[in-house]
């Protein structure tokens, strides 16, 4: 009886565990190619889409770049200087959610992640931008207002970024 007994306490804490942590992760949504095209095209404010994985060391190099200079212009929606950041992870299936969640409380990512739910590159890259290649890390700087757009491939210095992120916001 003292094993059943102890043994069901244990689970019992452990499912509370799970959901006290559940309720403080990051959500990671699953999207496909056909959702991130229309999230694009949807866009009304310039928009910086950053493809990476939690394996990927020179992503996870960038990404405090990223946050930081996205929060530098993260006013009132409408704003001139406003520009939103989405956060691609092309991991693999086993890291969704738990593992891409793990590493984003880790790092502290607020922006918005969603895990891209693909398997074939030659499908999605080409959705993305032509020229992609399929290697990571990889960003797009887009505004639809303006009809901005360029693509990068490859890690981003603090500095780049900061240029990228002002020639996005020059159109304006």
């Given at each position: 009886m003292f094993n059943i007994q102890f043994s069901m306490k244990r689970v019992v804490f452990l499912i509370v565990i799970f959901f006290t942590v559940q309720l403080h992760a990051q959500e990671i949504r699953s999207i496909k190619?056909?959702?991130?095209?229309?999230?694009?095209?949807?866009?009304?404010?310039?928009l910086v889409v950053n493809m990476?994985?939690?394996w990927c060391k020179p992503c996870l190099a960038e990404l405090p770049h990223f946050l930081e200079e996205v929060k530098k212009h993260s006013a009132a929606e409408g704003s001139k200087d406003s520009v939103e950041l989405l956060l691609v992870s092309l991991d693999f299936k086993e890291a969704f959610?738990?593992?891409?969640?793990?590493?984003a409380?880790?790092?502290k990512l607020d922006a918005p992640i969603a895990w891209l739910n693909e398997t074939n590159a030659d499908y999605f890259?080409?959705?993305?931008?032509?020229?992609?290649?399929?290697a990571i890390p990889a960003?797009?700087?887009?505004?639809?207002?303006?009809?901005?757009?360029?693509?990068?491939?490859?890690e981003l210095?603090?500095?780049?970024?900061k240029k990228e992120i002002?020639?996005?916001?020059?159109?304006r």
């Open positions: 190619a056909t959702d991130l095209e229309k999230i694009i095209k949807e866009s009304k404010t310039p990476w994985a939690t959610p738990v593992g891409i969640a793990a590493v409380k880790k790092r890259c080409p959705k993305l931008d032509p020229k992609w290649s399929g960003t797009l700087f887009i505004d639809n207002k303006t009809g901005y757009r360029n693509f990068v491939e490859g210095s603090h500095e780049e970024l002002m020639a996005i916001l020059e159109k």
